[in-house]
């Protein structure tokens, strides 16, 4: 007869439970720790411990938060929680961007759906309503940052629309202004007529754009070379309207160029018999193409440098436009596409300006900030520049230097807000020189000063910073920092006062910066100066300009904050944007960058590496993964995805984190269950510890110091890998399964149990640390479920000290080959129940032949436990043909056999002993347990 003995069975114990239910709970942890001040009770006890200052890049206040935001800002968490674990006070203020056109923009929609003029609200009303637009949304936002699980100061964010932050932007740009880098110069802008300001690079959008295309003859009027007389030299424009502030015409030095006479033509060409052309050799046939010429004949070849001292007539000479057009060299110029000649129209594009700069040319100022020609522009004045390439090709035809017209469809600048097309136009605008106090070279340096991950953010931010013009920081709007500065109304130079600029200062800090805006300029300026003199500058400052300066009043003045930070960490677009401002901000007042280092992650598409967006509805919003799976799947997949590249996500990705999941939550749960009722008391000596178990303590060893090389270069990709690998391969699969029978049916007392118990006391400690940085709530969760406690929480732990001596590589060399072994073993058995000659592994005892020094690794090892079967003989002899094999495991062969002798009715091995003793169902060791320890 058989005995019931299932209780006096070991089983695990837990209520931790399997399904984890996180869109209902992971809002419940939240509540908790802010009801027992994790924030503060981290910030108190890590006071005082190596500081580590990741400094936010401030997320724009104007919506919903989007995956993109969820990515960056899990990520900036995982670094923050894994640095304060690792011990160190890893204090995070998070921010956000308020100023700028995006809100403004916003305001004026409402406007114009309610019917309302912008211009006819005060302007302080105006900001009023961008201010409350702003605060709205960094609530909406702080609430789904926080609903992420991310930890930081949400109860003193900073903003860049604090009263005290914007004194401090504008301390900031008075620190350019008294050292003379800050000047007010005439420049080409990317400009939005739509909007009418100009734009920052970040702001311009390039999309496709079709374009009226001309072949103009500037006719030669004067020159060195004989062979250009009477020959007209031929530009390519996409732009005609630009031909109104064209001053000169660019050649490339290095090029070859032909004097061509046409002696041929088709009957619509506006090329005549007998005219000489001058064009760039290579570009020779396409342009007599386009001009429908059929026949020419080559006068002569000339190279660039031919063309100096050459003045050509402007095509519309005799029109108003009688000024002379030199050719000058430009290195900008290609043989790639048009004639070989390109038109210069300093005004109106960023080397024009710079060429006719060189060659001491005027940059008229012919288009108007809505677009429209000035009143001086003759033929056009009035007209728009998008309804001027007609009448400008018209005009050109009209005097005949029309030679050909086309279409073309190409990359064109447009507005990222409004999508209209941009132009370039010459306005008075605020520049901080790039020249001025070595700026370009001190940041240069600092570039070389700061770490980059990946390494090659260095040679991107490098190379922009080597060729970038200087900052533009002023922009015609209103909701911003004002661009705090007084001109001198005769000379046009700003004053430079140290003592007008605090006044200033103190006022916007006492105020807010509207009141710059409503002051009386004597409040300022009086008593040193004459407020009538001074014009007070009505612009305001980019936002580049507010988030590049937050170093300066986020860090800088808070000792337990400091500067410069250990970290700026955003997406990769920030080189040309927060990367680079926060730098040029930073060198040019303080001479060095804000960080120490910069981290960049990649962007995220859909699951078929599709860019996101609402048309094509491939988008995965963050909101609704928190709501379906939890945030906690969100996180996972952040720490699962290599961020050096761009990211994917969508459905199946989702379903895999889940499945991912479970499977770390499982071996939680397991923990949890085995280490029921486990006390100090029953910790076994180091001495004790059998070689399987030193063998799980080497790994957590390996695991630890990849953790920890994981936090250095902020790989946790590689960490979390390793770490899940090692939950279900190592664990689950292995040591668990294993250590099954001697949890569940050894005796308590016995050492075996006792050191699989000690082991998995050490393993709970471990994982539950190392996933917290991560699954901040899940950890959390398995933590308290051990160790129950009002208040305490598992992100108040640092990580685990791992002892040197876990560290045992020669036994891990040879388990790696008892582990081959057992491969071989587990595929032979399941083929055998999968023929149903036997139940569970536990009826058999295979032979397994193997070489000697494979047999050598089992040395002291029982290798029946490792098998889970109830016996196994080890013959170093070589395979059976009819032997189980596995082709990665060479000369390693197991004939299953069946274990003789009786089932134990207890622990089910199947041993000849069974029967022997009494009660006669079982075996020794559980005849022994079920006598000696009651349960
Ligand atoms: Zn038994």
Not at 89 to 95: E, F, L, M
Not at 177 to 202: C, F, I, N, Q, R
Not at 820 to 840: F, H, N, P, Q, Y
């Amino acid at each position: 007869m058989s005995g019931d003995y299932r209780s006096t069975v070991f089983l695990p114990r837990t209520e931790f439970p399997m399904k984890a239910g996180l869109p209902a709970r992971e809002p419940e942890w939240i509540a908790r720790w802010d009801r027992i001040g994790l924030w503060r009770r981290l910030r108190e006890q890590s006071r005082g411990r190596e500081k580590f200052i990741l400094h936010d890049g401030p997320p724009y206040a104007n919506g919903n938060i989007h995956i993109g935001h969820a990515l960056n800002k899990i990520l900036k968490d995982v670094v923050n929680r894994t640095q304060q674990m690792l011990g160190r006070d890893a204090n995070y203020v998070p921010g956000w961007d308020c100023h700028g056109l995006p809100i403004e923009w916003k305001i004026e929609e409402r406007y114009r759906e309610a019917g309302k003029d912008k211009d006819a609200v005060p302007v302080l009303d105006f900001r009023a309503e961008c201010r409350a637009f702003a605060a709205h949304w960094i609530e909406v936002q702080k609430g789904e940052f926080k609903r992420l699980g991310v930890l930081g100061d949400w109860d003193a964010p900073y903003t860049t629309m604090d009263h005290g932050a914007e004194a401090a932007i504008v301390a900031e740009l008075g620190k350019f202004l008294l050292d003379g880098g800050l000047y007010k110069g005439m420049k080409p802008v990317l400009w939005s007529v739509v909007e009418k300001t100009a734009l920052a690079e970040a702001e311009v959008e390039y999309e496709d754009h079709t374009s009226t295309t001309v072949w103009v003859r500037f006719p030669v009027i004067s020159t060195a070379a004989p062979e250009l007389e009477a020959a007209s030299v031929v530009i390519w424009t996409t732009t005609p309207w630009t031909l109104p502030g064209n001053r000169a015409v660019a050649y490339g030095e290095g090029m070859d160029y032909v004097v061509v006479q046409v002696t041929a033509t088709d009957a619509d060409s506006l090329a005549r018999d007998g005219e000489r052309l001058v064009v760039a050799e290579a570009l020779l046939g396409d342009t007599l193409s386009a001009a429908g010429v059929t026949g020419h004949e080559v006068r002569c070849r000339l190279e660039g440098r031919d063309f100096a001292r050459t003045v050509l007539a402007h095509p519309l000479r005799g029109r108003g436009y009688d000024f002379d057009v030199p050719l000058l060299p430009g290195h900008h110029v290609t043989e790639d596409q048009g004639t070989g000649f390109v038109h210069i129209a300093p005004g109106h594009g960023a080397e024009d300006f710079e060429i006719g700069r060189r060659a001491g040319l005027e940059t008229p100022e012919t288009v108007g900030p809505d677009g429209v020609f000035a009143d001086h522009v003759p033929l056009f004045a009035g007209r728009h520049v998008f309804e001027a390439d007609g009448p400008v090709v018209e005009a050109l035809a009209d005097t005949g230097r029309l030679l050909a017209r086309g279409r073309l469809v190409h990359s064109y600048p447009h507005s990222w807000r409004s999508k209209a097309p941009l132009i370039f136009r010459a306005t008075p605008q605020w520049f901080i020189s790039m020249e001025a106090n070595g700026l370009r070279d001190k940041a240069l340096a600092a570039i070389d000063a700061t770490r980059f991950v990946p390494p090659q953010g260095r040679n991107r931010l490098r190379a922009m910073v080597e060729t970038r013009p200087d900052w533009c920081v002023s922009r015609q709007r209103a909701w911003g920092v004002p661009i705090a500065v007084f001109v001198d109304k005769e000379t046009g130079e700003p004053l430079r006062d140290a003592a007008v600029m605090a006044r200033v200062v103190e006022a916007v800090k006492a105020e807010g910066a509207d009141v710059w805006f409503t002051a009386d300029p004597a409040r300022f300026l009086a008593p040193e100066h004459d407020p009538a003199r001074f014009e007070k500058v009505a612009d305001i400052l980019d936002v580049w300009f507010d988030s590049g300066s937050t170093h300066a009043f986020v860090l800088e003045p808070r000792a337990d904050l400091g500067a410069p930070a250990d970290l700026y960490l955003e997406g990769s677009d920030q080189h040309r944007g927060w990367f680079q401002s926060s730098l040029l901000e930073a060198c040019g007042t303080r001479g060095a960058a804000p960080y120490r280092a910069v981290l960049t992650h990649g962007f995220i598409n859909d699951e078929s590496g599709r860019k996101m967006s609402k048309s094509l509805g491939n988008a995965t919003a963050p909101q609704e993964v928190a709501d379906e799976h939890g945030a906690e799947i969100l996180r996972l997949w952040v720490v699962g995805s290599d961020y050096t590249e761009d990211l994917r996500v969508g459905p199946e990705i989702i379903r895999y984190q889940v499945d991912t999941y479970r499977r770390l939550r499982n071996t939680l749960r397991y923990l949890l269950g085995a280490l029921d009722g486990f006390a100090a008391a029953e910790r076994a000596a180091p001495a004790a510890i059998p070689e399987l178990e030193r063998w799980v303590l080497h790994r957590l060893f390996e695991l630890d110091r990849l953790l920890r090389r994981s936090a250095e270069d902020c790989d946790f990709h590689r960490f979390y890998s390793a770490l899940h690998n090692f939950c279900a391969v190592d664990l689950s699969a292995f040591y668990f399964d294993i250590r099954k029978d001697a949890l569940y049916c050894d005796a308590p007392a016995s050492p075996r149990r006792r050191a699989a118990r000690t082991v998995l006391d050490h393993l709970f400690h471990c994982l539950t640390a190392w996933l917290a940085p991560a699954l901040c709530f899940t950890a959390e969760e398995a933590w308290l479920a051990r160790f129950p406690s009002e208040d305490d929480s598992v992100h108040l732990r640092t990580f685990p000290e791992v002892p040197e001596d876990w560290e045992d590589a020669a036994l891990a060399r040879r388990w790696e080959r008892v582990r081959d072994v057992r491969r071989v073993v587990t595929g032979a058995l399941e083929v055998e129940r999968a023929e149903k000659r036997i139940g569970s592994s536990l009826q058999a005892s295979p032979a397994v032949y193997l070489p000697a020094e494979a047999l050598a690794a089992f040395d002291g090892l029982d290798a029946a436990e490792l098998f889970i079967t109830s016996g196994a003989r080890l013959l170093a002899e070589a395979p059976p043909a009819d032997a189980f094999t596995l082709a990665d495991v060479p000369e390693v062969g197991v004939v299953p056999e069946p274990a003789r002798g009786t089932k134990c009715a207890r622990c089910w091995r199947v041993l000849e002993e069974v029967g022997a003793g009494d009660p006669g169902d079982l075996c020794g060791r559980c005849a022994e347990v079920v006598a000696g320890e009651p349960v």
